[in-house]
């Protein structure tokens, strides 16, 4: 089992740019998040999805869009990249009747 | 001020010594209590997930949350220098959250041989 995989692994992106992020799972977990990794800020919660077809804001939303038209993948999307956007991306699934939640390696975005 | 308040570090031991890592938080309603470690440029791996208050032991690692203090532990015995890491502390009230983990900046760990 791969578990969480995240595509791509690195990106460098212009200001203005789009992008999408592509968290893919095979643990059929109903749950899925996007975080961002920010030195000194930990992490925090972009996105969030509790099944197919549906989609919440977390803590830090603006900037992103999501979708999650099939349970297996759960996309994060950049319409136009700022600078501030600059960060390590995340995506976790949670085990189903638990807390408990699984990281993908991460995407390592740059926008210059 | 933050939720969940972790010490930075970084923290810098000897091969063998006992590492404590601690978390304070604020919000009386978390009941839910995990530890992740997460080496250089990977991803988050859960280490220990606890329930409530009390002591939970895994091989040379003991999670321990004092709910009354809110305060929580993991404990590192026999440190090795496979340990370095930075290990996140993450807590949640649980239901009707939907999962939502509320984290810690992370503990940064160096074992020297």
């Known amino acids: 089992n791969a578990g969480v995989t995240q595509t791509p692994k690195f990106r460098v992106l212009k200001t203005g740019q789009s992008m999408t992020l592509l968290c893919a799972q095979d643990?059929?977990?109903?749950?899925m998040y996007w975080y961002r990794q920010d030195p000194g800020m930990g992490l925090r919660l972009i996105h969030y999805?509790?099944?197919?077809?549906?989609?919440a804001k977390g803590e830090v939303p603006d900037g992103y869009n999501v979708s999650r038209l099939k349970k297996q993948n759960f996309l994060l999307g950049l319409e136009s990249a700022a600078p501030s956007q600059t960060s390590v991306y995340f995506c976790?699934?949670?085990?189903?009747?638990?807390?408990?939640?699984?990281f993908g390696p991460g995407t390592r975005l740059t926008v210059t | 001020q933050k939720e969940v308040e972790q010490d930075p570090g970084p923290l810098s031991v000897p091969e063998g010594a006992i590492v404590s890592l601690n978390c304070t938080y604020s919000?009386?309603?978390?009941?839910?209590f995990m530890w992740y470690r997460q080496y250089s440029r990977k991803g988050p791996e859960l280490l220990m997930y606890?329930?409530?208050?009390g002591n939970k032991e895994d091989g040379r690692f003991t999670a321990q949350v004092d709910k009354s203090s809110k305060y929580i532990s993991l404990f590192i015995r026999d440190s090795q220098p496979s340990d370095s890491a930075t290990y996140l502390c993450?807590?949640?009230?649980?239901?009707?959250?939907?999962?939502?983990?509320?984290f810690g900046q992370g503990t940064t760990l160096q074992v020297k041989p």
């Open positions: 976790a699934t949670q085990r189903d009747y638990s807390y408990e939640q699984y």
């Open positions: 643990m059929n977990h109903e749950y």
């Open positions: 999805s509790v099944g197919e077809g549906t989609t």
């Open positions: 919000n009386s309603a978390f009941q839910y």
């Open positions: 606890t329930y409530s208050s």
């Open positions: 993450a807590m949640t009230p649980g239901s009707g959250n939907t999962g939502k983990l509320i």
